[in-house]
T-cell receptor, first 110, second 115 residues
Framework: DAKTTQPPSMDCAEGRAANLPCNHS???????VYWYRQIHSQGPQYIIH???NNETNEMASLIITEDRKSSTLILPHATLRDTAVYYC???????????FGAGTILRVKS | ETGVTQSPTHLIKTRGQQVTLRCSSQ?????VSWYQQALGQGPQFIFQ???????GRGNFPPRFSGLQFPNYSSELNVNALELDDSALYLC??????????????FGPGTRLTVL
């Protein structure tokens, strides 16, 4: 599985967009980009995933660069409840193993 | 639709003891994965079960073992507990194996403390 690189922490003002970057320069053609988040003392929560096209759901948007070597998770209007550790994961096509890195601690401040 | 549940929520054991953790997968899911999360770190993959068979294992010793039952619920067993086994143990369920779009749904975890 490809390795990912994320900044250790980020701050965001409540109501503003939070843009969380992720580098995955060794991603292969059949690997998906997944984002999960973990709120303190809870299990990780699935947010969104994509292969090469940009994706949007009710929680977030995922922007993947054309060369697929990096991506950005966008929380359009961050709230205090979005404070969590955000994990960017690149996952092989077959099998369900998720390889978690250290993630990005996002702090949303009022 | 019932989510992933785990029991117990907290557990305290002493070194050398054995422990069994339980997980009920989300309705309709046939695959269960177990992860260990030490304090301040991301979850680490232990193993996965698909239709009652082990399907993939991470870098964990044989004293970590598991079972999956016909109803797709699962157990994680750890023998000869060590202090470093203290962690949050997470169970995740999903539907099927192949296909990159099958997201995993995690339970709340079991916090194990080994004294």
């Amino acid at each position: 599985d490809a390795k990912t690189t994320q900044p250790p922490s980020m701050d965001c003002a409540e109501g503003r967009a939070a843009n969380l970057p992720c580098n995955h320069s060794t991603i292969s053609g059949n690997e998906y980009v997944y984002w999960y988040r973990q709120i303190h003392s809870q299990g990780p929560q699935y947010i969104i995933h994509g292969l090469k096209n940009n994706e949007t759901n009710e929680m977030a948007s995922l922007i993947i660069t054309e060369d697929r070597k990096s991506s950005t998770l966008i929380l359009p209007h961050a709230t205090l409840r979005d404070t969590a550790v955000y994990y960017c994961i690149v996952r092989a096509l077959y099998g369900n193993k998720l390889v978690f890195g250290a993630g990005t601690i996002l702090r949303v401040k009022s | 639709e019932t989510g992933v549940t785990q029991s117990p929520t907290h557990l305290i054991k002493t070194r050398g003891q054995q422990v069994t953790l339980r997980c009920s997968s989300q309705s309709g899911h046939n695959t269960v994965s177990w992860y260990q999360q030490a304090l301040g770190q991301g979850p680490q993959f232990i193993f996965q079960y698909y239709r009652e068979e082990e399907n993939g294992r991470g870098n964990f010793p044989p004293r970590f073992s598991g079972l999956q039952f016909p109803n797709y619920s699962s157990e994680l067993n750890v023998n000869a507990l060590e202090l470093d086994d203290s962690a949050l143990y997470l169970c995740a369920s999903s539907l099927g194996l192949a296909g990159g779009s099958n997201e995993q749904f995690f339970g709340p975890g079991t916090r194990l403390t080994v004294l």
